[in-house]
């Protein structure tokens, strides 16, 4: 086990609904990475929050927005959902400084998202 | 365009038998690459990372090569076990950046 805790476990939706997904990182981490990864995929960078900061984003629509906590935990907020937005939505936790990508990044189980 | 290639597509070999997993990359300019390992429906759970200076290293049965020149990487798994059933996920970074760009994994079948 990773400490990475995720939640929920699974979630139906339809589309053009509105979905929030939770991101408990590691003890003593303060950055949290989101992925999705569809259905044989890789996974495919969302963005990055460090210190409650966005530092970082892929190639995905604003309607996919992000949040850090105080105490390092994150949500990842989807608006408008459609059907391409199934998939595993992964947050990775790792601890280090501003721009840093040498950490070793500790994933969560996962939230498995099903848009209908 | 950055990106990252792997080989075979999946794999299946019987139980105690070795194999290699291949990774090509067009990531430029290279910081790092990692293995990930991933179970069916979990997180994926990190094997190695090795940064430009390193050229080998090892995680238990697991052994990664890194050749910076060609852009190469390998992971080779010695002694397979029914556990080590998984995609298996090479990782890249570039410098001065955030994102990892991952791979499409190899999905590894060890039989008895």
């Known amino acids: 086990e990773t400490g990475v805790t995720q939640s929920p476990t699974h979630l139906i939706k339809t589309r053009g609904q509105q979905v929030t997904l939770r991101c408990s990182s590691q003890?003593?981490?303060?950055?949290v990475s989101w992925y999705q990864q569809a259905l044989g995929q890789g996974p495919q960078f969302i963005f990055q929050y460090y210190r409650e900061e966005e530092n970082g984003r892929g190639n995905f629509p604003p309607r996919f927005s992000g949040l850090q906590f105080p105490n390092y935990s994150s949500e990842l907020n989807v608006n408008a959902l459609e059907l391409d937005d199934s998939a595993l939505y992964l947050c990775?936790?790792?601890?280090?400084?501003?721009?840093?990508?040498?950490?070793?990044?500790?994933f969560g189980p996962g939230t498995r998202l099903t848009v209908l | 365009k950055n990106q990252v290639e792997q080989s075979p597509q999946s794999l299946i070999i019987l139980e105690g038998k070795n194999c290699t997993l291949q990774?090509?990359?067009?990531?430029?300019?290279?910081?790092?690459l990692r293995w990930y390992k991933q179970d069916t429906g979990r997180g994926p759970v990190s094997l190695t990372i090795m940064t430009f200076s390193e050229n080998t290293k090892s995680n238990g049965r697991y052994t990664a090569t890194l050749d910076a020149d060609t852009k190469q990487s390998s992971l080779h798994i010695t002694a397979s076990q029914l556990s080590d059933s998984a995609s298996y996920i090479c990782?890249?970074?570039?410098?001065?950046?955030?994102?990892?760009?991952f791979g499409k994994g190899t999905t590894l079948s060890v039989s008895s």
């Open positions: 990782v890249v970074s570039a410098q001065a950046g955030t994102a990892l760009i």
């Open positions: 990774c090509n990359y067009t990531v430029s300019p290279f910081s790092n």
């Open positions: 003890s003593g981490h303060n950055t």
């Open positions: 990775a936790s790792s601890s280090g400084s501003r721009g840093v990508n040498t950490d070793t990044q500790y």
